[in-house]
């Protein structure tokens, strides 16, 4: 690690800490994502082996590029090539939303993205601002790969509790475990429409708070529209208190008349 020399800490979650860094070698400023080993018994955390296993196969100019990686007893470091800040932080001074040239070349560096990740089977499952990184010279790339999972066919059994609620599929809200790349393409959706709004479109704060906010701007989807909705595990749960939120609403304005 005397290699790198750390600048400032630029951010902190429950994997560890991520540093702004610079190379001594080459000279380069870079970013150091430190991983915590703190339990002997499980070794290195699953999240961290795919996304350093998934990234030294994604080589694209709108993916992160992670340069090295360094082990040592207590701490796992990820070295990544530097990007000055996410979207979600360019976002914030955007109020009304993002100019349509700006908007434009984000939004195909995004698709340009998923769509490499997608065609190499891999399923990004945490698309979101915070996770879109920028440079000064407007490019976009795809960042945190820790919830990242290599997909085939036919369609495996996943875990339902994937991507921030914000930015959640219906059918996942439902409790899919079946599922493939529309999970990534619902994010991208709802990102598109943030940086064009300048605030997130369904900003729900449960699981059924944001089925609910999804339905009433899109509408409840019914068997004919979507057959298999009926075999998703918490389908009648969902759509069957949206329906009594329904009707108690509609009792509630006849007592007001």
Known sequence: MERYQKLEKIGEGTYGVVYKAKDRVTGEVIALKKIRLEAE???IPSTAIREISLLKELQHCNIVRLYNIVHTERKLTLVFEYLDQD?????DVCEKGLEKPILKSFLYQLLRG???CHQHRVLHRDLKP???LINREGELKL????LARAFGIPVRSYTHEVVTLWYRAPDVLMGSRKYSTPVDIWSVGC???EMANGGPLFAGTSEADQLDRIFRLMGTPTVEIYPAIVDLPDYRVRTGWMSLRHHVSNGVVLICR
Do not use: P
């Open 114 to 116: 998923i769509a490499y």
């Open 41 to 43: 018994d499980e070794g």
């Open 87 to 91: 979207l979600k932080k360019y976002l």
């Open 143 to 146: 960042g945190d790969f820790g």
């Open 130 to 132: 915070q996770n879109l």
């Open 191 to 193: 990102i598109f429409a």
